[in-house]
């Protein structure tokens, strides 16, 4: 197992030279986060994680080898509960958190994984602009915690 690499893996690359291409900048395998996500995008507020469907258990594509089966099951499990506590502490830190697995990267549906992506990203960034966004005022003494205050009978010529 010491020869089974953790980052930098092919569908980790796929991932970052897509979002690299469409102008994203992230970090990768950042180790001051809970779980070292794969990839960082700090200004959209989202990590990602690319999981391999045998190593993290994935429902769908994970398999249980035939040999020493017991080990593996408990070994897939630790994994799965890990993630878990990992995305639930990244969550409570305000972070958006996406899960791709090995499986959504095969060349038959690569492009469409990546453009949810894509979309996911821009969505939560939208959704986070709002919540900065200024309220609309109706008061003078409101405005003026901008700064900017139209006084009062002022009146304005066209020159």
Known sequence: ????????????W????????????YRKNFKGLPG??????RKYGIVIFIHGCFWHGHDIDGHIPRSNTEFWRNKIER???????????LKKLGWSVMTI???????KVRMRTLLEIEY?????????LKLLE???YDSAEDESAFGVVAENGAKYEKR
């Open 1 to 12: 197992m010491s020869k089974i690499r953790s980052r930098d893996t092919k569908p980790e």
């Open 14 to 25: 796929i991932v970052r030279r897509f979002l690299f291409s469409r102008g994203y900048r």
């Open 36 to 41: 070292t996500p794969d990839i960082v995008l």
């Open 79 to 89: 994994n799965k509960r890990r993630d878990i506590q990992n995305k639930e502490a």
């Open 101 to 107: 697995w090995e499986c959504q990267l095969k060349p």
């Open 120 to 128: 996911h990203i821009n969505h939560t960034f939208l959704e986070r």
């Open 134 to 136: 200024p309220k609309h």
